[in-house]
């Protein structure tokens, strides 16, 4: 099973990146979706999770308000769309699917390559 990140990439505070993770559609039917990031020195930290059905989300606090997570069905892929970035967004993002919606990465069962975000200021 692959989950395939991109659209990382460098950008100037207050920018816009869009982040997507495509997989297999038996995968994508069926999990509970979600991002986590690990800045460099740091552990990986949850970032937003959504339902195999779009209902519940859940985020951390640092990025409502400028993180959306959203699915499409047909393409079998999750998006992280991300506003008014910070510099201390920077860090590498990864997608990771999960029976269920839950913070904790020790319940994702599979993972993307991650994909770089930098921030500047």
């Known amino acids: 099973v692959q989950l395939q990140a991109s659209g990382g990439g460098l950008v100037q505070t207050g920018g816009s990146l869009r982040l997507s993770c495509s997989t297999s559609?038996?995968?994508?039917?069926?999990?509970?979706m979600a991002w986590y990031r690990q800045a460099p020195g740091k552990e990986r930290e949850f970032v937003m999770a959504?339902?195999?059905?779009?209902?519940?989300?859940d985020s951390v606090d640092s990025v409502k308000g400028r993180f959306t997570i959203s699915r499409d069905n047909a393409k079998n892929t999750v998006y992280l769309q991300m506003n008014k970035l910070k510099p201390e967004d920077t860090a590498i993002y990864y997608c990771?699917?999960?029976?269920?919606?839950?913070?904790?990465?020790?319940?994702?069962?599979?993972w993307g390559q991650g994909t770089q975000v930098t921030v500047s200021s």
């Open positions: 990771a699917a999960s029976w269920i919606t839950t913070r904790s990465p020790s319940a994702y069962e599979y």
């Open positions: 559609r038996i995968i994508f039917r069926a999990y509970d």
């Open positions: 959504i339902t195999w059905s779009g209902g519940t989300i």
